[in-house]
């Protein structure tokens, strides 16, 4: 069976810094790109990060680049996302996902991910 189980999530001052950790289980994890998404109240899902099988291979959503870095631990089945100069526009649910891809390229549709995490809640207060 299938787990992806999100951690890190919590309430930060605007300005400060999260890092987010997505565990997978039951699969073989290298063969997968992780991709990270949010959505806000209100709002649509909204793509923040994708990284490659290999982690050789990054995209990033245009509201977060330069702010947040996704990265990967094949041995630990781990994916982070660390969030920097936290915003708060940040303030949402942060689901990570699976699609397997031996590609090198991130596939970042939603409807094309295999696998979803339940979420965790960031909150930025201003």
């Known amino acids: 069976q299938v787990q992806l189980v999100e951690s890190g999530g919590g309430l930060m001052q605007a300005g400060g810094s999260l890092r987010l950790s997505c565990a997978a289980s039951?699969?073989?994890?290298?063969?997968?790109?992780m991709i990270w998404f949010r959505q806000a109240p209100g709002k649509e899902r909204e793509l923040v990060a994708g990284?490659?099988?290999?982690?050789?291979?990054?995209r990033y959503g245009d509201s977060v680049k330069g702010r947040f870095t996704s990265s990967r631990d094949n041995v630990k089945n781990t994916v982070y996302l660390q969030m920097n100069s936290l915003g708060s526009e940040d303030t949402a649910v942060y689901y990570c996902?699976?699609?397997?891809?031996?590609?090198?390229?991130?596939?970042?549709?939603?409807?094309?991910?295999?696998?979803w995490g339940q979420g965790t809640q960031v909150t930025v207060s201003s």
């Open positions: 996902a699976l699609k397997y891809t031996r590609l090198s390229a991130v596939d970042t549709a939603p409807d094309r991910m295999d696998y």
């Open positions: 990284i490659s099988w290999s982690g050789g291979s990054t």
């Open positions: 039951g699969l073989t994890f290298s063969r997968y790109a």
